[in-house]
C-alpha cells in the first residue's frame, strides 16, 4: 500500500462499510431510521473511534438518534468484533456530521447571490 493510505485510514473504512450494514439490517431500534455515516476517526491505537453521522430531521430528531446509536454502541462494537479481526476493537462515539448541512447552505447562497447579480446585470 502506498504511505498515503495509511492502515488507520483502512481501518476506519472498514469500520464504516461494516457498521453500515449492521445498523441498516441488524439494529432493531425504532429510533434509528434511515442514517448515513459519513465518516470514520480512528486513534492511533485503535482503542476509540468517532462515527459521524447524517439524517434529515430536526435538532431534536438528531439527538434522539444520537443517543440511540450512543445505547447501542456495545451491540454495534461485538458485531464490529465478530466482522473485523482486529486485536481491540475501538469503543464508538457517534456524533452527527453538519458539513453536509453547511454545504448545502452555502450552496443555496451562492445560488441566491448568483441569481441576484443575474438580475442586476439584466436590468442594465
Known amino acids: 500500500m502506498p504511505k498515503d493510505y495509511p492502515r488507520s485510514r483502512r481501518i476506519a473504512e472498514q469500520i464504516q462499510r461494516e457498521l453500515s450494514g449492521i445498523i441498516r439490517l441488524e439494529l432493531k431500534d425504532p429510533r434509528v431510521g434511515m442514517i448515513t455515516l459519513t465518516d470514520v476517526e480512528v486513534t492511533q ?22 443517543e440511540a446509536l450512543q445505547h447501542a454502541a456495545g451491540f454495534l462494537r461485538s458485531e464490529l468484533a465478530r466482522r473485523i479481526k482486529l486485536r481491540t476493537v475501538p469503543q464508538l462515539q457517534f456524533k452527527h456530521d453538519v458539513s453536509v448541512e453547511r454545504g448545502m447552505r452555502l450552496s443555496q447562497l451562492i445560488d441566491a447571490a448568483v441569481a441576484t447579480d443575474t438580475d442586476r446585470s439584466s436590468e442594465k
Open 45 to 66: 491505537d485503535y482503542a476509540h473511534a468517532k462515527v459521524f453521522f447524517t439524517l434529515l430531521g430536526n435538532a431534536e430528531k438528531i439527538e434522539e438518534t444520537r
